[in-house]
């Protein structure tokens, strides 16, 4: 969910879906997909851009397996971000969709994200399948009848 949140933040839209959003860790996926849109902002202007993994969770299946550190002097911005394989990847597609080169995507990250989202459309997550459907069906605008004006055709 964090994917498609950060790919596309306005698909899913809290007032056109605010069952789905009350929903345990929706809302933690929208926080991490707003976090990595903020790092994408960051990054254009960012110095000493690192990823390191974190050995201390590197090995729980929960834990955060990368560590991102960027500094952004001019604004004297020191940041450090625990981030999974996943939300790597994620970050590094939308940064080079942005047009920052410090964090190159490679193939792998393009398949772990496309995986991820082909993962949400058909899991057992009937509302989000079920809202994707709906959107994509969604009647589209008829226009009203033109009303002639009056005394002439």
């Known amino acids: ?7 596309a933040p306005g698909v899913y839209a809290r007032n056109r879906m605010f069952e789905f959003f009350n929903k ?6 929208k926080s991490r997909a707003a976090t ?25 299946p929960a834990g955060a397996e990368f560590v991102l ?22 970050l590094r597609l939308l940064a080079a969709r942005a047009g920052a080169s410090c964090l190159p995507p490679d193939e792998a990250d393009r398949a772990l994200v496309d995986a991820a989202l082909a993962q949400l459309l058909v899991s057992g997550e009937g509302d989000v399948a079920r809202v994707t459907k709906e959107l994509g069906e969604a009647p589209t605008r008829t226009r009203a009848p033109s009303i002639p004006p009056p005394g002439g055709e």
């Open 24 to 29: 345990a860790g929706v809302s933690r996926a």
């Open 69 to 90: 550190r960027y500094q952004i002097p001019a604004i004297r911005l020191a940041r450090v971000v625990e981030l999974s394989r996943l939300e790597l990847a994620t």
């Open 1 to 7: 969910m964090t994917v498609a949140m950060a790919i």
């Open 36 to 60: 990595l849109r903020g790092i994408v902002r960051h990054l254009g202007r960012a110095r000493a851009v690192t990823v390191a993994i974190d050995d201390a969770v590197a090995g729980t």
